[in-house]
C-alpha cells in the first residue's frame, strides 16, 4: 500500500489527522500565520456535526475563537455561566465563579464550535476532507511523512508534509504509531458511565446542576430553551432500549429531588447515549515528525468539563511552536511542546478524576464511603477554599500559569 501508485499527490507543511474542534482550530490558527494544512477525517461533517459532546468552554477558549476570527457567534448564542450548583443530600448549593476567582465560562456545545470551525475553514479557503478511509501515516521518523488516504469516490491520494498532527480523538490511530517500547501509557478505568439525553423541555435552573445522591450522579445542562441535555450515572453496561422516558424521567428527579421542592421539566426524550468515559495520558506526545493532539494523546472522564479545553489549549501551543518550527528555528522548537501542553494536562486529568470520585457513587461502597464523600462535598462548598479550589479548576486555568 505505501508504494501503491495514488491520483494526486499534494504538499504542505502540516497534514492533520482529525477533524474535530482540535484538528479545526489548529488548521484556522496555521493559516492565520500563513501556513496551508490539509485536514483529513473518516467521518462525515454531518456525522461529526450531529454527534452530541461537550457543552463547556472556558472564557479563555471562547475568546479565542472570536480573537482569532473564527467567528463570533459564541458572544450571540452562547450562555455565560457564572457559576454552577452543586447539590447532595437534597440541598442546593451555588459556586460563584465570578465572585470567587473573577473567571466564567460558556455554554456552547463542541456541536456548534465544530460547526463554526467548519465554516470558518471554508470561508478561508482552507482544505478539509471529510468521509476518508483506509487512512495511512508513513514515515514519521523522517523530516518528509506522508498520509496516504482514499476519498468518498474511491480514488487515492498522498499529503506530504513535513509534519504531521494526530488529533483523531480519543480511538485514535496514530497514538499507535508510536512504537509500544518507546511509549507509556497511564490510565484509570471506572465502574461506571453516563446515561445522556436530549430532551424536548423547557430549562430546569438557570446554570448547570452537579448532583450528587446516593442513588448515583446526575448532570443538568442545556441546549437552547426548548432542547436540554441531561446525563445520570449507570452501569457501564446499560443499554439504551432497557430505558423508556418513564423511567428515565423518574431516575432524574430522583437524583436531584431535595427540601427545596426542585423538580426537572419533563418533555419527550428525543435522543439517549451511554457513553463510557476513562482517564488516558499516552507520552510521548511527539514522534519524530508526528505529534499528538487532544484526545488522540489524553481523554479525561466528562465531569469536569475539561476534554474540549483540553484539545483547544494543545493546539494552541502546538501551533505556536509549528509557526517557530517552520519559520526557522527549527525542529527543536517542538521539544516545547510537551511539557507545555503536559502541565494543564496533568492538572485536568486530577481535577477531572477528583469531580468524577466526588460526585458518583461506586457499586458496592459501604455506608462508610458514602458518609465520607459527603463530608467531602461539605468541606468544598461549606468553606472559600474548597469553594475557590472547584471554581479555579472548572473555570480552567490562566494561560502559562504555573502558580
Ligand atoms: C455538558 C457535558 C459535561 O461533561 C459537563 O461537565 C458539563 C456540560 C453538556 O453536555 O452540556
Redesign the pocket.
Same mark, same amino acid.
Given at each position: 500500500m505505501a508504494d501503491a501508485t495514488v491520483d494526486t499527490v499534494a504538499s504542505v507543511p502540516v497534514a492533520i489527522v482529525g477533524g474535530g474542534p482540535a484538528g479545526l482550530m489548529l488548521a484556522h490558527r496555521l493559516g492565520r500565520a500563513g501556513i496551508g494544512t490539509i485536514v483529513i477525517d473518516t467521518r462525515s461533517r454531518r456525522e461529526i456535526e450531529t454527534t *452530541?459532546?461537550? /457543552?463547556?468552554l472556558e472564557a479563555d477558549a471562547a475568546r479565542d475563537l472570536v480573537e482569532t476570527g473564527v467567528c463570533d457567534r459564541v458572544l450571540r448564542e452562547g450562555h455565560e455561566h457564572e457559576g454552577v450548583e452543586i447539590r447532595f443530600a437534597g440541598r442546593p448549593h451555588r459556586i460563584d465563579f465570578k465572585e470567587l476567582v473573577g473567571r466564567s465560562v460558556w %455554554?456552547y456545545? *463542541?456541536t456548534d464550535v465544530f460547526t463554526d470551525l467548519a465554516d470558518a475553514r471554508d470561508r478561508d479557503g482552507g482544505t478539509v476532507h471529510f468521509g476518508v478511509k483506509d487512512t495511512e501515516v508513513l514515515d514519521i521518523t523522517t523530516g518528509a511523512p506522508r498520509v496516504r488516504y482514499t476519498a468518498p469516490d474511491g480514488s487515492r491520494h498522498e499529503i506530504r508534509a513535513r509534519y504531521v498532527v494526530g488529533a483523531d480523538g480519543s480511538r485514535s490511530m496514530c497514538r499507535h504509531l508510536v512504537p509500544e517500547d518507546r511509549r507509556v501509557r497511564y490510565g484509570k478505568e471506572y465502574p461506571f458511565a453516563?446515561f /445522556?439525553i436530549m430532551a424536548e423541555a423547557p430549562t430546569s435552573a438557570p446554570e %448547570?446542576v +452537579?448532583a450528587h445522591s446516593e442513588h448515583g450522579f446526575a %448532570?443538568i445542562?442545556? $441546549?437552547t430553551e426548548t432542547v436540554q $441535555?441531561m +446525563?445520570f450515572q449507570c452501569d457501564p453496561d446499560e443499554s439504551v432500549d432497557a430505558w423508556q422516558d418513564d423511567r428515565i424521567w423518574e431516575t432524574l428527579q430522583a437524583r436531584v429531588a431535595g427540601e427545596d421542592g426542585f423538580r426537572l421539566q419533563e418533555g419527550p426524550i428525543l435522543e439517549k447515549t451511554v457513553l463510557r468515559f476513562r482517564s488516558f495520558v499516552q507520552e510521548p506526545m511527539r514522534w519524530g515528525s508526528m505529534v499528538l493532539a487532544g484526545d488522540a494523546a489524553h481523554t479525561v472522564p466528562?465531569? /469536569?468539563?475539561r476534554?474540549l479545553n483540553l484539545a483547544l489549549h494543545d493546539v494552541k501551543v502546538l501551533a505556536d511552536v509549528l509557526v517557530r518550527a517552520l519559520g526557522g528555528a527549527g525542529e527543536g522548537a517542538l521539544d516545547e511542546y510537551q511539557p507545555r501542553a503536559l502541565q494543564r494536562v496533568w492538572r485536568a486529568q486530577n481535577f477531572s478524576s477528583w469531580m468524577t470520585q466526588l460526585l458518583h457513587t461506586a457499586p458496592g461502597g459501604t455506608p462508610f464511603d458514602l458518609r465520607r464523600q459527603l463530608g467531602e462535598l461539605d468541606n468544598v462548598v461549606g468553606t472559600r477554599a474548597g469553594r475557590a479550589y472547584l471554581a479555579e479548576q472548572y473555570t480552567g486555568w490562566p494561560a502559562g500559569s504555573r502558580a
Amino acid at each position: 500500500m505505501a508504494d501503491a501508485t495514488v491520483d494526486t499527490v499534494a504538499s504542505v507543511p502540516v497534514a492533520i489527522v482529525g477533524g474535530g474542534p482540535a484538528g479545526l482550530m489548529l488548521a484556522h490558527r496555521l493559516g492565520r500565520a500563513g501556513i496551508g494544512t490539509i485536514v483529513i477525517d473518516t467521518r462525515s461533517r454531518r456525522e461529526i456535526e450531529t454527534t *452530541q459532546r461537550a /457543552g463547556i468552554l472556558e472564557a479563555d477558549a471562547a475568546r479565542d475563537l472570536v480573537e482569532t476570527g473564527v467567528c463570533d457567534r459564541v458572544l450571540r448564542e452562547g450562555h455565560e455561566h457564572e457559576g454552577v450548583e452543586i447539590r447532595f443530600a437534597g440541598r442546593p448549593h451555588r459556586i460563584d465563579f465570578k465572585e470567587l476567582v473573577g473567571r466564567s465560562v460558556w %455554554l456552547y456545545p *463542541q456541536t456548534d464550535v465544530f460547526t463554526d470551525l467548519a465554516d470558518a475553514r471554508d470561508r478561508d479557503g482552507g482544505t478539509v476532507h471529510f468521509g476518508v478511509k483506509d487512512t495511512e501515516v508513513l514515515d514519521i521518523t523522517t523530516g518528509a511523512p506522508r498520509v496516504r488516504y482514499t476519498a468518498p469516490d474511491g480514488s487515492r491520494h498522498e499529503i506530504r508534509a513535513r509534519y504531521v498532527v494526530g488529533a483523531d480523538g480519543s480511538r485514535s490511530m496514530c497514538r499507535h504509531l508510536v512504537p509500544e517500547d518507546r511509549r507509556v501509557r497511564y490510565g484509570k478505568e471506572y465502574p461506571f458511565a453516563w446515561f /445522556g439525553i436530549m430532551a424536548e423541555a423547557p430549562t430546569s435552573a438557570p446554570e %448547570l446542576v +452537579y448532583a450528587h445522591s446516593e442513588h448515583g450522579f446526575a %448532570l443538568i445542562s442545556q $441546549r437552547t430553551e426548548t432542547v436540554q $441535555r441531561m +446525563y445520570f450515572q449507570c452501569d457501564p453496561d446499560e443499554s439504551v432500549d432497557a430505558w423508556q422516558d418513564d423511567r428515565i424521567w423518574e431516575t432524574l428527579q430522583a437524583r436531584v429531588a431535595g427540601e427545596d421542592g426542585f423538580r426537572l421539566q419533563e418533555g419527550p426524550i428525543l435522543e439517549k447515549t451511554v457513553l463510557r468515559f476513562r482517564s488516558f495520558v499516552q507520552e510521548p506526545m511527539r514522534w519524530g515528525s508526528m505529534v499528538l493532539a487532544g484526545d488522540a494523546a489524553h481523554t479525561v472522564p466528562p465531569t /469536569g468539563a475539561r476534554g474540549l479545553n483540553l484539545a483547544l489549549h494543545d493546539v494552541k501551543v502546538l501551533a505556536d511552536v509549528l509557526v517557530r518550527a517552520l519559520g526557522g528555528a527549527g525542529e527543536g522548537a517542538l521539544d516545547e511542546y510537551q511539557p507545555r501542553a503536559l502541565q494543564r494536562v496533568w492538572r485536568a486529568q486530577n481535577f477531572s478524576s477528583w469531580m468524577t470520585q466526588l460526585l458518583h457513587t461506586a457499586p458496592g461502597g459501604t455506608p462508610f464511603d458514602l458518609r465520607r464523600q459527603l463530608g467531602e462535598l461539605d468541606n468544598v462548598v461549606g468553606t472559600r477554599a474548597g469553594r475557590a479550589y472547584l471554581a479555579e479548576q472548572y473555570t480552567g486555568w490562566p494561560a502559562g500559569s504555573r502558580a
